[in-house]
């Protein structure tokens, strides 16, 4: 794949090989401490580093930052399979990322997924218009005159309605349009109220 683009999108610069990293900038704000600058200058570390390994301990030193912060970014790292543990403070990439020789990350044949995204595409367009029609014909029962005869509800359909049992219920009937409004009062509670 040329580029090493995924999904047939080439990738920005930085990641044709490896993980992007901004250039440093002077303007100091709460973005430098932030973790996603962090995670970049961590990985430019990794990068960087010779034999592709890094002390955590000389990682959090650099940086100036708390361990625990950098535990935060290995532990992504590793859990999305980018990083592995060495030992309990040195950390490399795993064989194929972006510091190794065959770069394997990128070079995922993408083929199959493309196939895969295609056919989910297809099946979203089959779905949304059975929604669609589905839809339509509901709008066509429930609004259409020739059905209006049949639309009606029995005393007994109001009653074995679980939430409606135990109370007062009063029923209306009235040409299409009406607009019925009943006004507050100070009497009706407030919960458990009218529905």
Known sequence: MEDGGILGHSLPEPLKHGVAVDPPTSVSSRFDSSLS?????????????????????????????????????????????LIEKKSKNLISWKKGGPASKDHGIHQVDAGPMEVGLRSLLEEEVKIDSEMALLEKS??????????????????????????????????????????????????????GGRR
């Open 37 to 81: 600058l962090l995670t970049r200058k961590f990985v430019q570390m990794l990068n960087d580093s010779p034999d592709g390994e890094v002390d955590l301990n000389l990682a959090a030193e650099n940086l100036q930052v708390q361990k625990r912060r950098i535990y935060d970014i290995t532990n992504v790292l590793e859990g999305v399979g």
């Open 138 to 191: 509901l709008k066509d029962i429930t609004s259409g005159e020739a059905n209006s005869a049949y639309s009606f509800i029995t005393f007994e359909d109001l009653t074995e309605i679980p939430e409606l049992q135990g109370h007062a219920l009063i029923t209306v009937k009235a040409p299409v349009g009406t607009e019925l409004k009943i006004p507050e009062t100070d009497d009706c509670p407030k919960t």
